[in-house]
């Protein structure tokens, strides 16, 4: 089957960027992507493409080249759905709040509301492709939904998981290690995932898709992940272990990471793993093990969660600590809001916990972010409901300059490796704080000696305090 037309229900930081890329290299292809939260399809909208919702090195370019010609974003589900032969789901999974399973399984009453959504509209056969991350056998949920509830239509379920990190969306969608497409494997499946690799094949080499089926492919996301956080974790409980011995983390990871079985990749110390992923995704796999009884399993998995709060919540006390046992009315400056570098996201990112604990011990928080709004970081903080919204406006400060964000501090935290923060001119920063003056580098991203001689404090993560 040749597919002409194709939506996308969900333009978050997965549906987004992956169809975007997707209108670019298949400028014969019609991609519509539809969302519910009319704001964020205006933002996608916007005359000005520099306004789009999300921030991804690269993005606002290929939105202006697409747009229009074959991107379009809507408001219209319903439409998108009856003209699209295939249709990508890519709403939110986030971790359920509620009843059984809550805090751990993944709740998937957005996945579901589509799959009905799907039923109702169709009219023709379609293929349904499950981009957001899922438990595994989500499939076989929604192809009952799709069977029972439809207008008598054949649906084709794939599993086509989305690798991308944020922050290197584009790059990585345009030049991915792999793509992986989950199907049964009866013709039909195997024409539906046929023609779900005829797409990326005009962009990426055929030796790259794997094809799998649906159980492997939906279960490998969830494991790709969480072995990416395991490795963090796993640097992490040795950054502690360096500080007290005196060997540098920094040193050690370079160390073992040469062993080309090891590799180097994703063995960088920080003050905690952050993003709408890791966390969701290792909960939900915990759950998944717990739910067939595999005890041992799931407690393995869950560790790697329990090392990451240990990092974050260690971070806070250390800063606590050293601040002589208390922070109360003084001024701590975070620069970097956001989990990583490159990206306006905020989901799960250190910095939220991190000032959390401060606040509860009365410190003021000023923020500076390259790209994170004062109004997120006070939603982020509002969310955790740990403390009113009017304590948090008491205890934030959100600054649009970082030398005004600095001014008067007692100490400076980086939260976020942004590499502007390299380029400060850092005697002017210390000039203008309390003395001692403090960093602490949750990235171990700034130059600790030269700031030394300027004369701060400075500590990083994972080497004993010089
Ligand atoms: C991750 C996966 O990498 C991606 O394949 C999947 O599709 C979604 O989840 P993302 O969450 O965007 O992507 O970012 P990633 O680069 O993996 O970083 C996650 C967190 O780990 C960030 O907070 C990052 O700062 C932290 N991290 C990463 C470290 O602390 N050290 C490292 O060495 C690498
Ligand atoms: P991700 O990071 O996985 O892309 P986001 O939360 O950024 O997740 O995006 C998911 C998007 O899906 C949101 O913009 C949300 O409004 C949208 N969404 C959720 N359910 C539906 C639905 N039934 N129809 C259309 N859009 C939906």
Redesign the pocket.
């Known amino acids: 089957m040749k597919i002409n037309t194709i939506c996308c229900i969900g333009a978050g930081y997965v549906g987004g960027p992956t169809m975007a890329v997707i209108a670019k290299m298949c400028p014969h292809i019609k991609v519509i992507v539809v969302d519910l939260n009319a704001s964020r399809i205006a933002a996608w909208n916007d005359d000005n493409v520099n306004n789009i919702p999300i921030y991804e090195p690269g993005l606002s370019e290929i939105v202006a080249e697409a747009r229009g010609r074959n991107l379009f974003f809507s408001t219209d589900v319903e439409n998108a759905i009856s003209e699209a032969q295939m249709i990508f789901i890519s709403v939110n999974t986030p971790t359920k709040t509620y009843g059984s399973g809550k805090g751990m399984a993944a709740d998937l009453k957005y996945i579901e509301l589509c799959a009905r959504q799907i039923a109702k509209v169709a009219v023709n056969d379609k293929i349904v492709v499950e981009k957001s991350t899922l438990p595994v056998r989500t499939a076989e949920a929604i192809k009952n939904i799709l069977d029972n509830t439809g207008n008598g239509v054949k649906f084709q379920i794939l599993s086509n998981p989305?690798?991308?990190?944020?922050?290197t969306a584009v790059q990585d969608l345009l030049n991915p290690d792999r793509v992986l497409i989950g199907g049964d494997t009866t013709v039909e499946g195997e024409e539906a995932i046929a023609a779900l690799a005829a797409i990326y094949g005009n962009w990426i080499s055929e030796d790259r898709i794997l094809k799998t089926n649906v159980w492997s492919s939906e279960l490998s996301k969830l494991s790709?992940?969480a072995f990416?956080a395991q490795?963090?974790s796993s640097?992490n409980a040795l950054s502690e272990l360096c500080e007290k011995t005196g060997a540098d983390v920094n040193e050690v990871a370079r160390a073992i990471g040469m062993d080309s079985r090891i590799g180097s990749k994703?063995?960088?110390s920080?003050v905690g793993?952050?993003?709408?992923?890791?966390q969701k995704d290792i909960l939900n796999l915990v759950y998944i093990a717990k739910s067939y009884g595999l005890t041992e399993v799931a407690d393995y998995w869950e560790q790697v969660i329990i090392m990451n709060d240990h990092q974050k919540r260690r971070f806070a006390n250390n800063i606590v600590k050293t601040l002589y046992n208390t922070v109360s009315a003084k001024k701590i400056t975070f620069l970097g809001w956001a989990?990583?570098k490159d990206t306006n996201d905020t989901r799960e990112s250190?910095a939220i916990y991190v000032a959390n604990d401060l606040l509860n011990e009365q410190a003021n928080i000023a923020v500076y972010d390259p790209k994170v709004t004062e109004k997120q970081i006070l939603f982020d903080l509002d969310y955790l409901h740990s403390r009113t919204e009017a304590e948090n406006r008491d205890g934030v400060e959100v600054f649009e300059d970082p030398y005004e964000a600095c001014k008067d501090a007692h100490a400076i935290a980086i939260l976020t490796e942004w590499d502007v923060f390299k380029t400060y001119d850092w005697e002017k920063i210390y000039e203008q704080m309390h003395k001692p003056a403090f960093i602490f580098d949750g990235r171990n991203l700034l130059d600790g000696e030269m700031l030394s001689r300027i004369g701060f404090k400075y500590q990083s993560i994972g080497s004993a305090k010089k």
């Open positions: 989305e690798f991308l990190a944020e922050g790709a992940n990416l490795r963090v640097i994703f063995l960088k920080s793993f952050g993003g709408s992923c890791f989990f990583k250190a």
